[in-house]
């Protein structure tokens, strides 16, 4: 019989050590990210004192795996509407700490004596802050609900986008020794297309696909599903020239506004749990005794320009996009590690023979050193809040609340061009992209498949079926208004008309050339002029009603899978009668009526709702009777109006915040002796009601001969009885005090 394989060997060795450092760090209450990476060093081929594992090659594809896993279940939670909703916080911030680190990064390699690639490459490591990391700190430090959260979350995707960017730049610097603009715009251009076009395509289809699917969806089958749909888009994503990572996000960010992104997340989590310990394990293995030394002054220092360059700059960022100086400080505060990105940066340089091999351990360890210190940088954000308010002057602090408040601010007229423009250009684009899109699958796909087939008719069958298919997103982009409201407020004022008017030439142009320019690719170049002029003019005129009509029907049904989640818990797209609708809520273990019989709820006449239905896991309880129990984790579906709706939701699914952070009290199982002056001797558990009086529980009563009583209410206490008790700590050690050793506490 042969040995076990050395990937099974290295997995059981990894587990055993980080199950075991990662227990001695949370008695320590340390986070447990720290614990990981220690386990890392220890099974590491840098530390001689303990086993070693045999092939990191597997180590680092499961590493991989758990960059991807975790990506995407932070997809889960942060969708594309959240990420639009902090867009221009996002974006600036973004900005501000990628261009100032760069720039520090680049100095200090200089100064470093490193060479102009070692400094430019190190400077592009150093911008960027690593999701994986700030999702776990976040978790651990139950910080993941908490304003600022979601700002970083969004600062971190926008990140990620540059990153791509940034890697095509730093491979033409490389590669030419110059930057050229136009690789720049090409793949930013490509980001942007291929980012609408799997977010139409996913929200077009899969929400209908799980509904569809949804009957046989227990939670093994929503598992590889959902890991399957992961796992494709990371493949294509990779294909067409992006990072693994984003395609995990995105796919997670698609997911997210279904009905069963909950569902997902909650299975996929032990997934998640397992590989995302073997990334900061793996990350941990790069830890070397041998270059921390060696290269101790440029680590320490570049690990020092991290923490104060992330933290000065986010800050820095997040002042500038308008948001308050402690939701600043708590965001500038969590950006202060690099992690993945660093590492894949530096191994492009590595494979493209342009940076010095001493440059990716030093990045390892300024990684590991400041991964390690994240947790109490997030610590340390709320005092350091504190010490700034005390010492800067009060009137440099009213400069920044009058700053924050100005930019929050609704201007009117501004605000209403603001919200136009941004309507119609995100309207252009996206019906643009998607017009694109169909022109690049019928010349690449279907005009060879129908040439194949009909060497005479081919092009025009190709021509006809995909002006067809194009119809309703031309006439979208040419003439569906932005907001008929906005339109309204805008055309008020002569000054208005013009750019007004601009606009809705600039989007006929652009149908316009779509149309000539796919007939020209298809026909000749003067044919697709006649015939594009010729097809325009008639589809204004006689096929806009109609045209106008199927788009609205896709663009329905787009919105509808877009909010599925939301409109399931408002029920806004399932009105019944007047402003009655069905609705769908998730039950919170919190939830007051958890446990309890319909019938004793009382949802009827407290809040004016009927229970219509109760979804248990894969079973569902259709009109349900007064027996029926709600238990945690159901999903009832309610009738009753927006307002009885709303003030049940939040009774129901509760507050998720983690403002305050409780210590959860463990139950503790002891026993206490019947003293011979105990006023307990005579009396029964039934009269002294010990468990609603002192929130403690009597498991048995032994005997002093040794018999064993179960509490049955009826037995009453003797002198020298030994009494079993199960509660919390504090309660007990009450109860003990009052009612078995007669001396109560004395309040003052």
Same mark, same amino acid.
């Not at 090409?186 to 929400?207: D, Q, R, Y």
């Not at 609205?552 to 609708?581: A, C, P, Q, W």
């Given at each position: ?13 990894? /587990? ?7 227990? /001695? ?126 700002? =970083? ?114 299975? =996929? ?56 100086? %402690? ?102 684009? /996206? ?56 339109? %309204? ?87 019944? =009668? ?26 009827? %006449? ?143």
């Amino acid at each position: 019989m042969g040995g076990l394989d050395s990937l099974i060997t290295d997995l059981a060795l990894i /587990l055993i050590v980080a199950g075991v450092v990662t227990l /001695l760090f949370k008695k320590l209450r340390q986070p447990v990210v720290l614990g990981y990476i220690v386990a890392g060093f220890l099974v590491g081929p840098n530390f001689g004192f303990f086993p070693t594992i045999i092939d990191e090659a597997d180590i680092n594809l499961w590493a991989e795996l758990g960059i991807i896993v975790l990506l995407f279940s932070l997809g889960l939670e942060f969708s594309f509407k959240k990420l639009f909703q902090v867009g221009s916080s996002a974006v600036i911030t973004a900005l501000v700490v990628v261009a100032g680190m760069m720039f520090v990064g680049y100095g200090a390699g200089r100064l470093l004596h490193f060479t102009y690639l070692d400094s430019v490459f190190l400077g592009a490591m150093l911008s960027m802050s690593s999701t994986t990391i700030i999702i776990k700190a976040f978790t651990d430090l139950n910080l993941r609900k908490k304003a600022f959260a979601n700002l =970083v979350f969004g600062v971190l995707i926008v990140e990620d986008l540059f990153a791509v960017v940034m890697m095509v730049i730093l491979s033409s610097i490389a590669v030419k020794n110059t930057f050229e603009g136009a690789e720049l715009l090409e793949s930013v251009a490509k980001l942007v297309f291929f980012l609408i076009i799997w977010f139409v395509v996913g929200v077009a289809v899969l929400p209908i696909f799980l509904k569809k699917a949804r009957r046989f969806l227990n939670d093994e089958t929503l598992l590889i599903v959902s890991m399957g749909l992961c796992l494709g888009m990371v493949v294509l994503a990779t294909y067409v020239g992006f990072s693994s990572a984003l395609g995990a996000f995105v796919m997670g960010s698609i997911l997210a506004g279904t009905n069963e992104a909950e569902r997902i997340g909650k299975v =996929v989590g032990p997934v998640k749990d397992l590989f995302g310990a073997i990334f900061f394990v793996s990350v941990g293995m790069l830890v070397s005794p041998d270059a921390l030394s060696q290269y101790a002054l440029p680590i320490c220092l570049l690990s020092l320009v991290v923490i104060v360059g992330q933290v000065f700059f986010g800050t820095v960022g997040m002042l500038a996009s308008g948001q308050s100086l %402690k939701i600043s400080m708590q965001s500038g505060f969590s950006f202060s590690q690099i992690g993945e990105f660093a590492f894949i940066i530096a191994s492009l340089g590595m494979s493209l023979n342009v940076i010095d091999k001493f440059l990716y351990p030093i990045v390892v360890a300024v990684s590991v050193i400041t991964t390690f210190l994240t947790p109490y940088c997030i610590r340390l954000s709320d005092p350091a809040y504190g010490w700034v308010e005390r010492h800067v002057p009060e009137k440099w602090l009213s400069v920044i609340d009058r700053y924050s408040q100005s930019q929050t601010e609704i201007k009117p007229h501004k605000a209403v061009w603001k919200e136009a423009l941004t309507q119609y250009l995100w309207r252009v684009v /996206l019906y643009s992209a998607i017009i694109v899109a169909i022109i690049l699958i019928s010349k690449s796909w279907f005009m060879p498949l129908m040439l194949d087939i009909l060497p005479g008719w081919g092009r025009l069958i190709t021509a006809v079926v995909t002006l067809v298919v194009m119809s309703p997103f031309l006439w979208a982009l040419m003439v569906k208004e932005v907001n008929m409201n906005l339109i %309204k407020k805008l055309g008020e004022g002569r000054a208005n008309r013009v750019p007004l008017t601009l606009m809705i030439v600039f989007r006929i142009l652009l149908a316009l050339f779509f149309i000539i320019y796919y007939l020209s690719s298809v026909h000749s170049q003067r044919t697709g002029v006649l015939l594009g002029l010729g097809l325009f003019i008639v589809v204004l005129i006689l096929l806009s009603k109609r045209i106008q009509k199927q788009f609205t029907r896709i663009e329905t049904l787009f919105m509808d899978n877009l909010n599925e989640r939301e409109l399931r818990k408002t029920g806004r797209n399932t009105s019944l =009668v007047s402003d009655m609708h069905l609705a769908y809520m998730d039950v919170n273990a919190d939830c007051p009526f958890a446990g309890r019989r319909l019938m004793d709820s009382n949802l009827r %006449k407290e809040y004016g709702v009927n229970v219509v239905s109760i979804q248990r896991g894969t079973k569902r309880i259709n009109i349900p009777k007064g027996e029926t129990r709600i238990f945690p984790g159901d999903t009832i579906g309610v009738i009753g109006t927006d307002d009885q709706i709303q003030s049940l939701l939040a009774v129901v699914e509760g507050s998720s915040s983690t403002d305050d952070e409780s210590e959860n009290k463990e139950v503790t199982f002891t026993h206490v002796v019947v003293p011979d002056d105990s006023p307990l001797i005579g009396q029964t558990s039934s009269s002294l009601n010990i468990r609603n009086q002192d929130n403690c529980l009597i498991v048995g009563i032994e005997r002093a001969d040794g018999t064993f009583h179960q509490p049955d209410g009826q037995i009453r206490f003797e002198a020298h009885d030994v009494i079993w008790l199960a509660g919390e700590p504090d309660n007990i050690k009450q109860l003990t005090r009052e009612k078995i050793m007669n001396n109560p506490i004395q309040h003052t």
